[in-house]
């Protein structure tokens, strides 16, 4: 099954598909870290490749990362590769041949340069955090000669704070001021006792996760909302990495635990994530390893929407394979990549009409077995105008009941805006595009809307996708 998937997710790229989760096809995206520059998102993941394509690179079942790429959006949706930005060749001080180039980020300075803040296995013993410098977010950019003094480490984060400082965050919750320069650590920080398994050394900063649920924690990101900052950090609850998180109204803490953000899932060990403010929304990005279920060190970057309770405590994030972004009314809706399912809807692998299926994968279909099953697939655009006037499906089914599927928008029992209700179909029909009903529209909706897809009579429907033209 696993090995069919692969084949259909190779299918999928060469496809071109959009609005679902993982955001980038063509590589994998690990360790997504999202920031604002100049009204458009840029996305600075690390770069996972397979151990196996690293002749050099002895550890074949671990995390394999040679370069950095940057991406950027301004949908969310349509993403541009500007290419790589760095390589673990040209790092000064870093081991050329360590394939250790995890999870960075990326801040602009008081100077207007972009801050480019990546780990990489030193030339000696452990990680060390270097910086590259550029003009533009999208580069080139510069490594600078030495890592930064006083930092040995992973996952940097820089949190710019409204008091006016820079914070630097890495490894299990570490935090130190930076200087205005930002490459160095403040003078004026504290010092703290961490402890490393059995060892205890002095920090330059403080472990603001210290004494809060943390087994294993790795990855903070950290930003401020309405007063107060957040600390938020995947960690070990049970076998593998969830994101929690803890608030404090100082950057450097102390932090109160508040939860969980996303559970830990099936199959990736690891989660690492970032989260933004676009246009008015708040966005998760996270990783999974949707283009590799047999190896879980080859992630991609995936986003869903984050909301925030009235109190500043954060919402639960479900994962979703419809991600985010707009889609069109008159394009394709792939219901089968859904915001959210009922129990009864299975997804399954589709089929063109070639026995040999290994060779025909054209995508996933929605699988609705009873009557009350339903798909919710969010923000569809119907545009301003009132000029869609029929609805399509491309569906399937294996009985000569009648079957009847219902489109409505907002809610499950919101306005009714399509339906497709036939007794006619011999066994095993296909519908397409090309047979439309216009019979139950009710309403011509107008803007986004979320789309509700139920099956109201029949069983065993398979839909592919819904459109509207
Ligand atoms: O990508 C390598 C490491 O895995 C990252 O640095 C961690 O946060 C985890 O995602």
Redesign the pocket.
């Known amino acids: 099954m696993k090995h069919i998937l692969t084949m259909g997710l190779a299918a999928l790229l060469v496809q071109g598909v959009s609005a679902q989760n993982p955001i980038i096809r063509d590589q994998f995206s690990?360790?997504p870290t999202a920031r604002v520059f100049n009204g458009k998102v840029y996305l600075f993941p690390?770069h996972d490749i397979s151990p196996l394509s690293a002749y050099d690179y002895p550890r074949k079942d671990w995390?394999c990362?040679n370069d950095y790429h940057v991406f950027s959006s301004e949908n969310l949706t349509d993403w541009t590769d500007h290419g790589v930005i760095l390589d673990q060749k040209n790092v000064p001080w870093g081991n050329p041949t360590a394939y250790s180039m995890?999870?960075p980020d990326c801040v602009q300075g008081k100077d207007g340069k972009y801050y480019f803040y990546f780990?990489n296995a030193t030339k000696g013993r452990g990680f060390g955090i270097g910086v590259a410098v550029a003009d533009k977010p999208e580069g080139p950019y510069k490594p600078l000669e030495k890592s930064i003094e006083g930092i040995n480490g992973?996952?940097p984060c820089v949190l710019q704070a409204s008091d006016g400082n820079n914070y630097i965050f890495w490894g299990a919750g570490n935090c130190a001021k930076l200087k205005d320069n930002m490459i160095e650590l403040a003078d004026d920080n504290p010092k703290d006792t961490v402890k490393w398994g059995p060892r205890s050394f002095v920090m330059t900063g403080v472990n603001c996760l210290k004494g809060l649920p943390s087994r294993q924690a790795?990855?903070p990101f950290a930003f401020e909302y309405n007063g107060n900052y957040y600390l938020t950090y995947?960690y070990v609850v049970k076998d593998r990495e969830a994101l929690g998180y803890a608030m404090s109204k100082n950057p450097m803490g102390p932090y109160e635990y508040k939860g969980l953000i996303m559970e830990e899932r099936p199959d990736c060990w690891?989660n690492?994530h970032s989260i933004i403010n676009f246009k008015g929304q708040w966005y998760l990005f996270y990783h999974y390893n949707y283009l590799s279920p047999n190896f879980d060190k080859n992630r991609s970057a995936c986003i869903d929407k984050l909301e925030f309770n009235p109190d500043g405590t954060i919402k639960p994030v479900t994962m979703t394979v419809r991600g985010v972004g707009i889609t069109k009314a008159t394009d394709k809706i792939q219901i089968d990549r859904y915001s959210k399912i009922s129990d009864g809807v299975k997804i399954d692998f589709l089929y063109a009409n070639d026995p040999d299926t290994t060779k025909r994968f054209e995508g996933w279909e929605a699988i609705f077995s009873k009557k009350g099953d339903w798909v919710e697939y969010d923000d569809v655009d119907f545009g301003q105008n009132d000029n869609i006037s029929s609805f399509a499906i491309k569906a399937k089914f294996d009985t000569g009941k009648k079957t009847t599927i219902r489109v409505h928008v907002d809610s499950q029992t919101g306005p009714v805006v399509g339906e497709f209700s036939t007794v006619k179909f011999p066994v095993g029909i296909v519908a397409d595009g090309s047979l439309k009903t216009t019979g139950a529209k009710t309403k011509n909706p107008k803007g986004v809307h979320n789309v509700f897809v139920e099956l109201v009579e029949g069983e065993n429907v398979a839909v592919d996708w819904i459109s509207f033209e």
């Open positions: 690990a360790d690390s995390f990362m995890w999870a780990p992973i996952d790795e990855g995947p690891t690492h």
